[in-house]
């Protein structure tokens, strides 16, 4: 229900345009409602990690593609997108899911570390490792938006 009355408040933000139908009195008072009672149900902060995920995604994507040789420089995008997450901010509830993503990352750039450093016999597990945490960051997400296996975009074509 308070889901719902926020999407119902996202919809209706007190903004018409001439023409358009007018929200109900006191919709952005809904949706203000619903986000002091939970920050973790906010719409904009799910749209933030959103982003910085199909970036992190589509970074991830090229670095997989990239000789061993030339992924340094894929290395590097890659840890530029981690700093911006750990910048990150995010209300007391979403601490956990954020931890769970910052291991993600940080499993992901070792793993290419080490296949940079010709150590490929360790390198999968840091993947695995990864996999595990993003697996961890989806059900937190899932857990605290309310929404069944909430994942991330996909990467872009």
């Not at 408040?9 to 009672?37: R, Y």
């Not at 995920?53 to 990239?66: H, I, M």
């Not at 981690?82 to 899911?97: H, I, L, N, S, T």
Request: hydrophobic share 45%; charged share 25%.
């Amino acid at each position: 229900l308070i889901f719902g009355l926020a999407i119902f408040g996202l919809i209706w933000n007190g903004e018409s345009k001439k023409g358009d139908i007018a929200p109900p009195p006191g919709a952005g008072l809904v949706k203000a409602a619903v986000d002091a009672v939970d920050p973790c149900k906010k719409t904009e902060l799910w749209a933030k990690w959103d982003a910085l995920l199909g970036k992190w995604e589509d970074s991830v994507t090229l670095a997989g593609q990239t000789p061993r040789m030339a992924v340094a420089d894929r290395i590097a995008a890659l840890q530029e997108i981690r700093r911006e997450a750990v910048a990150f901010e995010v209300p007391g509830c979403a601490d956990g899911a954020k931890i769970h993503l910052i291991k993600h990352m940080t499993g992901v750039i070792d793993g290419f570390l080490l296949f940079l450093g010709k150590e490929e016999y360790a390198s999968p597990v840091k993947f695995e490792e990864a996999k595990a945490a993003k697996e961890m960051f989806l059900q937190e997400r899932a857990r605290i938006t309310g929404i069944p296996r909430a994942a991330p975009l996909a990467p872009t074509p």
